[in-house]
């Protein structure tokens, strides 16, 4: 069972174009939705988190809008490089319980110059 | 450079080997995390151990045994896996539980 469905699988911008990833859910007990951002040979890294109390975070040029009657949240990136170029994983996470990190199935962001 | 330190970073086992997968962090968390990733997939959580006991198993075959000797230090022993076994395979950790993961660069595995 899916639990957090990411879209799209892939994705293709202009250097300075801001792409937008999009994840939705369907448990109400999370409570965490962090971004992950892996480059190639790498592990992921810890991007950006938000929890269901604010509707958007900011960090850089990196931005979480989360809709919670909605359960949606998605990433946005302002001025994109192609250093920005790497497949990005939402995730969420139950605040009580086994607390096991649900990952979306991510996206393969390419950034042209 | 992650400050979760996985060795090997590469590892070519026949499927009667042993051989065993170590993860290290010094930051003081007490939450660590075996993954496995395949080509193009999220991490699949294996387990889970927190304040060095196990406390997630997530139905991982037997052939995968992990422990964790100390707060700073989880191992994954592997032996006797299948061709279908070869992946990335990441260690995170966290302060506690319900706090961020963060994760290293992972042992990438290949089974003969």
């Not at chain 1, 988190?49 to 604010?54: G, L, N, S, T, Y």
């Not at chain 1, 850089?60 to 170029?85: C, E, V, W, Y």
Request: with cysteine; glycine share 6%; aromatic share 10%.
């Amino acid at each position: 069972q899916q639990q957090v469905k990411q879209s799209p699988q892939s994705l293709i911008v202009q250097k300075g174009g801001i792409p937008i990833i999009n994840c939705a859910y369907e448990n109400t007990a999370f409570d965490y939705f962090p971004w992950y951002q892996q480059f190639p040979g790498k592990g992921p890294a810890l991007l950006i988190a938000i929890r269901p109390d604010v509707s958007e975070k900011k960090e850089g040029r990196f931005t979480i809008s989360f809709n919670k009657s909605a359960k949606q949240f998605s990433l946005h990136i302002m001025d994109s490089q192609p250093g920005d170029s790497a497949t990005y994983f939402c995730a969420a996470k139950e605040g009580q319980g086994a607390q096991k990190l649900v990952f979306g199935q991510g996206t393969r962001l390419t950034i042209n110059p | 450079d992650t400050e979760v330190t996985q060795t090997p970073k590469h590892l070519v086992m026949g499927m009667t080997n042993k051989k065993s997968l170590k993860c290290e962090q010094h930051m003081g968390h007490r939450a660590m995390y075996w993954y496995k990733q395949k080509a193009k997939k999220p991490p699949e959580l294996m387990f889970v151990y927190s304040y060095e006991k196990l406390s997630i198993n997530e139905s991982v075959p037997s052939r995968f045994s992990p422990e964790c000797p100390n707060s700073s230090l989880l191992n994954l022993h592997l032996h006797a896996l299948q061709p279908e076994d070869s992946a990335l395979y990441l260690c995170a950790s966290s302060q506690v539980l319900s706090q961020p993961q963060h994760f290293g660069d992972g042992t990438r595995l290949s089974i003969l």
